[in-house]
């Protein structure tokens, strides 16, 4: 029999725990007063009793026949194991970054950076061969932003990999990598009106620029709409422009962006603008169209935020327009002519960066818009652009017809808060040509007298003096 102790405070008690006979449950039962008064006489008349169970020991004998089996482990190779001789080559590890016969070469070109973080950078703004790959850590690292001017150093693509890689980054933009991580975000500058003209008359013989310093004139920051349509002189325009802006304003970024264009006129393009020229051709993926004048527009405002002055002469807002309705997803919706309205936000994203920054630099887009094409997209694209810009200039078809150029509609032309821009004595003089021509009503032969006048003098100051004394 198992007995328990139990403790009180008087004294010790030893009870039965297990199964007991009636006789020694009667003992206890009679002797519990007593036990509480004197626990030595309790002790003295329990009996002890043998358990009812007995424990047995049962021996099981393990069989002696019984077999272990044990794993066969194969034999690792040691150290110095060599591989079979065809298995050799895939077994060769990569050179590390100090190999000697690793191809580096420097590099420059701009960051294009894609959805998933990762960038390359292109020599050409477009994609080519010469790319280089930059991996998405590195961009979160330096603060790097699409249109980045990356000057560094790359390596040869080794085994698998398709592209150059980019092993270090010297300089961002021109400075030090540690500026990029200093700089304002575009979307966070001021936009005000411009301020400050930018004169484009560089030759007598070059009418074109004359003209627009005088009734179209173009601020820093302008954001000009040149509506033509076909075969009224719009691609010669925009180059008398930009070699203007090149012989008056050398401190000026000059790009031209051209969208959808012919290979022989971006050939022209390049040979006659004194600038960086992206394009892409007619005959490329609307994707690649799209994505060459997102580049452009990201490379303008990288610099506009470090304060430069940026220039750019596009064509086309339609063409761009057009090549958007064709490469982002359908949105469901119909407009006139087959338009998607979704196609309308990226191109008027791309249209509306143009600004003058507060303390700052600018931003100046000079975009063409196609007109009376007989189609309905284009007239639709142009209806929508028309109130976004800030100056407007308008080619007529009628002097183009004549070959009489360049074919301004001066009347229907203009430049909002030209105010700003202009001298008093200029403005003046300018708004009195105005009214008189508006007196004589809608005839079709303004834009050839100004230019008959304009032509027999060399300078605009000149002409100025000469419709002033009469």
Do not use: C
Request: aromatic share 6%.
């Amino acid at each position: 029999m198992v007995k328990k102790k139990i403790t009180t405070e008087s004294a010790d008690v030893v009870m039965p725990t297990e199964v007991e006979t009636e006789s020694v449950k009667k003992s206890v039962k009679v002797k519990l007063p007593m036990v509480i008064e004197t626990p030595k006489v309790l002790e003295a008349s329990i009996v002890a009793v043998a358990p009812l169970v007995e424990e047995v020991k049962v021996v099981v004998e393990k069989p002696t026949n019984r077999v272990v089996m044990q794993p066969q482990r194969q034999q690792q190779p040691s150290r110095d194991y060599q591989p079979p001789q065809q298995y050799q080559r895939q077994l060769t590890p990569k050179p590390p970054m100090s190999d000697p016969n690793m191809k580096l070469e420097a590099i420059t070109g701009v960051l294009d950076i894609l959805q998933d973080g990762q960038g390359f950078v292109r020599p050409k703004f477009t994609p080519s061969i010469k790319d280089s790959f930059l991996a998405a850590m590195q961009v979160r690292r330096y603060n790097l932003r699409p249109g980045d001017m990356l000057t560094g150093v790359a390596k040869a693509p080794m085994h698998n990999e398709k592209h150059w890689s980019i092993v270090r980054i010297d300089k961002v933009n021109g400075m030090e990598l540690a500026s990029a991580n200093n700089r304002l975000d575009f979307k966070d500058l001021v936009p005000i009106y411009p301020q400050k003209q930018l004169k484009l008359e560089f030759d007598p013989e070059t009418l074109s620029t004359r003209i627009i310093d005088l009734f179209s004139p173009i601020g820093f920051g302008q954001r000009g709409m040149i509506v033509s349509p076909p075969k009224a002189g719009k691609t010669t325009l925009l180059k008398e422009i930009a070699a203007g802006v090149a012989a008056n304003h050398p401190e000026v970024h000059l790009m031209a962006v051209l969208v959808g264009e012919r290979p022989e006129e971006v050939t022209d393009m390049q040979r006659f603008i004194k600038g960086e020229v992206i394009a892409s051709h007619f005959d490329q993926k609307p994707e690649e169209q799209t994505r060459a004048a997102e580049i452009a527009i990201e490379r303008a405002k990288r610099l506009v935020e470090l304060g430069k002055d940026v220039f750019i002469v596009f064509d086309s807002i339609t063409r761009l327009a057009r090549a958007y309705n064709l490469a982002i997803p359908t949105s469901g919706r119909t407009l006139s002519g087959g338009f998607d309205p979704a196609a309308l936000y990226p191109s008027k994203r791309f249209f509306g960066a143009a600004r003058k920054i507060e303390n700052g630099g600018s931003l100046t887009i000079i975009g063409t818009a196609l007109v009376d094409t007989g189609s309905k997209m284009d007239d639709l694209v142009f209806e929508e652009f028309k109130g976004t810009g800030n100056m407007e200039l308008k080619l007529e078809r009628r002097l183009a017809e004549r070959r009489i150029f360049p074919a301004f509609d001066i009347l229907k032309s203009g430049t909002r808060k030209e105010e700003l821009l202009l001298e008093l004595k200029v403005l003046e003089r300018i708004m009195g040509i105005r009214r008189m021509f508006d007196a004589l009503g809608d005839r079709e032969d303004t834009g050839e007298v100004v230019i008959e006048q304009m032509r027999k003098t060399k300078t605009n100051q000149e002409f100025l003096d000469k419709i002033g004394k009469k």
